[in-house]
């Protein structure tokens, strides 16, 4: 059986847009836009055979393939306007705009493995429909995005020339970089119209190996005894899980300070898991509860990762996590006595245009998404309600200590924070209509090591979208009933604002799903139906207000289907759980159909949970954001037993937890900073620039989907459970974000 190890490097994405073509009418054009975070992982397997060496790194470079794909071939695109075909065995970049900047159009392909030390030759044959400028260059995908080789200018005839260019690879192997062909904007194509570039006989091979640098294959952080690396309450229950084709009998638990064993235990269950590709095997050890430092030993399989045994073993753990939303805090100064080397002074704090228009309005606050700066309706209102939850429910979350600048106020931190959010939402909503913006973001995501004072680009409001303002109805309603202990005042404008928005939503003709305008390409959150959201938010007001109007909405919604889910593109859960929270309903015929629809879901979870070999609910569904399932899987349990109490939801949620801190196939805890083996390298931009990453960030975890080409060049036979890589340059597995963090503070909150 392979086993991979997967070292996690954080990088960021590069973002090119690149054309290939000769003549075609039809277009395939594809545009690659980062969302949060980039990942990279290597694969280094047991048997570490040896594998002939790549020589030829470029796919369908004389575009034979067939005519209608341009198969490998990509375009990006940045204010700029292009279309890539491919036709008569040619590639042809039809070029509308070439957009403000060198890579307004890009072509682009993800190629081979680059070995520090090989002699490699890249060519081709270009020519332009009119005379023009442009830069090629083979280029890490991630990072500074700087050039391997290339050259900055090449001058573009109307006759076919052929281009030859030899490198040698002098930087550390590269297993994932970018062969690009900007085709934006440089001197001389103002004003050149539209125009083709056609290309062919694209190839990149090593032609000399003789003085490459072999790598030494890091060594393997994966252990066959894996646990939760940050440890066990005195009276939880506590299983080891153990993998290996065949398995000792016995375990022992060994006092890391004593160097004694104090228990020994049967090692029982064999279980065969598929998503790992493993057999997994289970100790208890819950009949250890003196509090210290322990590690479990087994006689052929090696030692686990020390862990702790204890009262308040998550405290510091469960304070940075909060923290992270402090430190990702947009237009204000950060100071160091709070958040010491993540400490700068306020960022974006100019006036942002409303996109298609002239007028700039004050968006300023909030919190920064994720490893951009970016600031996003529907993603806070995921963040904020998970909040407002753990407020509302759990005695962990009044702390009034946690380290921001609100500490000591007599006000729950975790209000505190969630203000701030909702202070910006609050900016957000358009003052005429009551319509809530969806996202103000730059046009672009900046360079991976940008720090937050320093993007200066405009700012832009992107239009007004039915998810943001459902969203935006569903938090403010909720919030209005949270803050009215404390300010009354507020609590009051936030319950206007919601009514407003809900009458905007139900009565505009506008009922599209949101996409990104022409111009942006920072993250999207499109979606595509806002019949969860509407359900969500009248849901949350009928809480509220107890009014039939909005109970009439919600009994109208779940008529012939229950919206559900607990992420920011699925809402529908909250919606649920608002109306089951809400007292004067539990006599009504829909609370009983939501608690049996509730029940249900959470009662799948946990069978789910039983037929893991590490006790989670996913199932083979290691998607983008698979971390975020865990933690809303284990928020669903929780919240389903507060409405018919089963030991058998603590427990589970509970190893949700231990998942997210180390009890996994990868041996990592997924908490930055918190476990022996935790990510260093994630996708997250104040951390890159810093060389230090923020702890308390929960990534987002294994993506058998393979997001960004760097997952995809060294996951490519990894099993599900185990496509991670802590690289920057993989957005989608080692990416950070505050509504990946929420859930896991409601879930610690009520179980730590």
Not at 72 to 82: E, L, N, S
Not at 381 to 392: I, R, S
Request: proline share 3%; glycine share 8%; hydrophobic share 35%.
């Amino acid at each position: 059986m392979k086993r991979g190890l997967f070292i996690i490097l954080a990088a960021v994405m590069l973002c090119v847009c690149g054309c290939n073509a000769k003549n075609k009418e039809e277009s395939n054009q594809e545009v690659i836009k980062s969302v949060e975070t980039e990942e990279a992982v290597e694969l280094v397997t047991e048997e570490a055979e040896e594998e002939e060496m790549d020589t030829k790194l470029i796919e369908n470079g004389d575009f034979e393939m067939p005519n209608e794909n341009p198969e490998a071939w990509k375009v990006y695109m940045q204010d700029g306007a292009g279309v890539f075909t491919v036709k008569d065995q040619q590639g042809v970049l039809t070029i509308s705009t070439t957009g403000n900047v060198n890579y307004g159009v890009q072509l682009f392909q993800d190629v081979g493995e680059l070995v520090q030390g090989g002699v490699y030759r890249l060519q081709f044959d270009i020519c332009a429909s009119t005379e023009r400028t442009i830069e090629y260059r083979v280029q890490i995908n991630g990072g500074d995005y700087h050039a391997y080789a290339g050259k900055e200018k090449l001058g573009l005839k109307t006759e076919m020339v052929t281009e030859s260019l030899e490198f040698t690879m002098n930087e550390a192997t590269d297993p994932a970089p970018r062969l690009v062909f900007n085709c934006g904007k440089f001197d001389g194509t103002e004003g050149i119209g539209e125009h083709k570039i056609y290309i062919d006989n694209v190839s990149l091979e090593l032609i000399d190996d003789s003085n490459i640098v072999k790598v030494e294959a890091e060594e393997s952080t994966l252990l066959d005894i894996n646990l939760d690396q940050v440890g066990y309450q005195l009276s939880a229950q506590k299983t080891a899980i153990f993998r290996g084709d065949s398995m000792d009998e016995t375990f022992d638990v060994v006092n890391k300070d004593t160097n004694k064993i104090v228990y020994t235990g049967n090692i029982v269950g064999e279980k065969m898991n598929f998503t790992a590709d493993e057999k997994n095997y289970y100790g208890d050890f819950s009949v250890v509860t003196e509090a210290g430092t322990y590690f479990i030993q087994t006689k052929n399989h090696g030692t686990s990762y020390d862990f702790k045994i204890g009262d308040s073993i998550y405290e510091d753990a469960y304070i940075d996590v909060v923290k992270m939303l402090y430190l990702q805090r947009c237009g204000c100064e950060l100071e160091e006595k709070y958040a010491g080397r993540f400490a700068h002074s306020a960022c974006h704090t100019s006036e942002a245009v409303i996109y298609g228009t002239d007028k700039k309005i004050d968006v300023t606050g909030g919190w920064h998404d994720a490893g951009d700066y970016g600031r996003y309706v529907v993603a806070g209102a995921k963040a904020v309600n998970d909040l407002l939850l753990a407020v509302e429910y759990t005695d962990a979350s009044k702390n009034d200590s946690i380290g921001i600048p609100e500490s000591g106020n007599g006000v729950p931190d975790l209000l505190d924070e969630v203000r701030y959010e909702l202070e910006w939402m609050l900016k957000m909503q358009d003052a005429e209509s009551g319509g809530v913006y969806h996202k103000v973001t730059c046009a672009s995501f900046p360079g991976d090591t940008v720090l937050p004072q320093d993007e200066t680009e405009e700012l832009i409001v992107s239009p007004i979208s039915l998810t943001a303002t459902y969203d935006f109805a569903a938090v403010m309603a909720k919030a209005s009933t949270m803050y009215k202990e404390y300010d009354n005042d507020f609590a009051e404008k936030c319950l206007k604002q919601a009514k407003r928005a809900m009458e905007y939503a139900e009565t505009t003709d506008n009922k599209s799903g949101f996409k990104n305008p022409q111009g942006v390409s920072t993250g999207e959150y499109g979606d595509s139906t806002t019949r969860d959201e509407r359900y969500w938010a009248a849901a949350e007001l009928y809480k509220v207000t107890g009014s039939t109007e909005y109970l009439e909405l919600v009994e109208a919604i779940v008529k012939n289907e229950i919206p559900t889910g607990f992420g920011w593109q699925s809402v529908g859960g909250y919606g649920t759980y608002a109306v089951l929270s809400y007292k004067p309903a539990e006599g009504l015929e829909v609370y009983k159909q939501l608690k049996e629809a509730f029940i249900k879901e959470a009662d799948q979870l946990v069978e789910k949970s039983k037929s893991d070999g590490y006790f989670i609910s996913l199932g083979n569904e290691y998607v983008w954001g698979s971390n975020l399932d865990v933690a809303s899987n284990a928020m669903i349990m929780l919240l389903a037993n507060r409405l018919e109490p089963k030991e058998d939801y603590v427990v589970y949620a509970r190893e949700h937890l231990h998942y997210c801190f180390g009890a996994n196939p990868l041996s990592i805890s997924y908490v930055t900073g918190y476990g022996t083996v935790s990510p260093v390298h994630v996708h997250h931009r104040p951390s890159a620039a810093l060389e230090e990453t923020m702890k308390g960030m929960l990534v987002g975890g294994p993506n058998k989907d393979f997001g960004d080409p760097y997952a995809a060049a060294v996951l490519k036979d990894a099993p599900p459970a185990m496509c991670y890589v802590d690289n920057h340059a993989s957005y989608s597995t080692n990416e950070v974000t505050i509504y990946w963090n929420s859930p896991l503070i409601f879930v610690m909150s009520e179980l730590k």
